[in-house]
């Protein structure tokens, strides 16, 4: 019987240790992932570190052979690349804000229409323009209505089997009892 007991508690201890086995290799799994994206990181760093230190020194270099005039000229042209750049991000964003706010009015305008508001919607509806987007909401909104009305006005079944309704015997039902009852 004690043989059974320290057999049970032995395997009990198995179990356990590897548990922590099973624990420590995961751990040790996890901190070389870790590991690799820091130092992917790091290099990255350093890469655009060396890319920027790179460029200063090619500019450094360029300035210093240029004369008076050239260098006043090269730096203009840098200022206005600067500048353009500067003007293009502004633009940018400016779109980005314009289309927030016509999918913000496309939203309001869709609601009070009540049109279903989804992005596949939002993706046809929404245009450059706030008068392009009404539109579009507008011809959404006719589609919509030609096909509800479309349904609206089906034909109804022939028969339905109430009781004034035609069957292939000649009248309704009512007039089929009724002749039924003479006939007796």
């Known amino acids: 019987m004690t043989e059974v007991v320290e057999t049970v508690e032995t395997n009990e201890q198995v179990d356990t240790q590897e548990d922590k086995t099973v624990a420590v290799a995961e751990m040790k799994r996890r901190i070389e992932k870790e590991k690799e994206r820091y130092e992917n990181e790091l290099a990255a760093i350093k890469a655009e570190q060396d890319k920027a230190i790179q460029e200063a020194i090619e500019k450094a270099k ?3 052979t240029l004369s008076g005039k050239e260098l006043e000229k090269y730096r203009e042209e840098e200022a206005k690349r600067k500048e353009q750049s500067y003007l293009d991000r502004i633009a940018e964003l400016e779109r980005e804000h314009t289309r927030r706010e016509l999918k ?5 305008t869709l609601g009070t229409k009540k049109l279903p508001v989804n992005e596949d919607v939002l993706n046809l509806v929404v245009k450059d323009t706030a008068e392009d987007t009404l539109k579009a909401i507008d011809a959404i909104s006719n589609l919509v209505m030609e096909i ?3 349904s609206a006005s089906t034909t109804p079944p022939r028969t ?10 000649g009248g309704t039902t009512f007039d089929i009892l009724k002749n039924l009852t003479k006939g007796e």
């Open 148 to 150: 509800k009305n479309e």
């Open 160 to 169: 339905s089997g109430g009781l004034q309704t035609n069957n292939n015997m």
């Open 104 to 108: 913000d009015e496309a939203i309001r």
């Open 62 to 64: 360029k300035e210093a």
